[in-house]
């Protein structure tokens, strides 16, 4: 079956330090990617998303990149800040062998920026 | 759109009591799923549906926990009786069918048993 696994945290930077959270993924099929960020006391929301190998998705400063060779999604940002501090998550979504679109998100990652 | 509703948003219950968690899914979204989320576990996913049918409940723990979709707009999750290992954080989430996989998720429901 479709897994994500990705660096458990919890990761502690300085502010305006360079982030990357890892993201490996298996899939049978060809699916889209995504990260969702959580913030304390609220749910998962959408920070950026690949639909297929190559791609670059990006927001909020944060990137990620499709790589089909090497099975990954790993999220970048080049200066975080205290604001950023949050859970995020890597998930990828797939068609299943009834055609049901199933996402699969990995554990998780806190990120706490101190100033 | 309002957005994915949940409620209640905090329950604090006894074990051995029912507990019924609701969803309001965003109009026109034809998936509907339902995650824990607990610091042991991380994000489980329970079960999902698809137009109001369930296609996979191989997430719900045991027999306690049941969940139903009677119409597109609501989802019920009921823990009967419940335990105080059930306590956790419970989120439903819904996504359209056209879409790439984006789910767009309720601000969830914090749930205590003592």
């Known amino acids: 079956g479709n897994s994500v696994t990705q660096m458990e945290g919890p990761v502690t930077l300085s502010e305006e330090a360079f982030l990357t959270i890892n993201c490996t993924y298996t899939?049978?099929?060809?699916?889209?990617l995504f990260w969702y960020v959580q913030y304390p006391g609220e749910g998962l929301q959408l920070l950026l998303k690949a639909t297929k190998a190559d791609d670059k998705g990006s927001n909020k400063g944060f990137e990620a990149t499709y790589r089909k060779e090497t099975t990954s999604f790993h999220l970048e940002k080049g200066s975080v800040q205290v604001s950023d501090s949050a859970v995020y998550f890597c998930a990828l979504s797939d068609r299943d062998s009834g055609g049901y679109q199933k996402v699969t998100f990995g554990i998780g990652t806190k990120l706490q920026v101190i100033p | 759109d309002a957005g994915v509703i949940q409620s209640p948003r905090h329950e604090v219950t006894e074990m051995g009591q029912e507990v019924t968690l609701r969803c309001k899914p965003i109009?026109?979204?034809?998936?509907l799923f339902w995650y824990r989320q607990t610091m042991m576990r991380g994000l489980e996913l329970l079960i999902y549906f698809n137009n109001n049918v369930p296609i996979d409940d191989s997430g719900m723990p045991e027999d306690r926990f049941s969940a139903k979709m009677p119409n597109a707009s609501f989802s019920t999750l009921k823990i009967q009786p419940s335990e105080p290992r059930d306590s956790a954080v419970y989120f439903c989430?819904?996504?359209?069918?056209?879409?790439?996989?984006?789910?767009?998720f309720g601000e969830g429901s914090r749930l205590t048993v003592l």
């Open positions: 109009s026109g979204h034809d998936y």
């Open positions: 989430a819904s996504k359209g069918q056209g879409s790439s996989g984006e789910l767009f």
């Open positions: 899939a049978t099929g060809y699916p889209s």
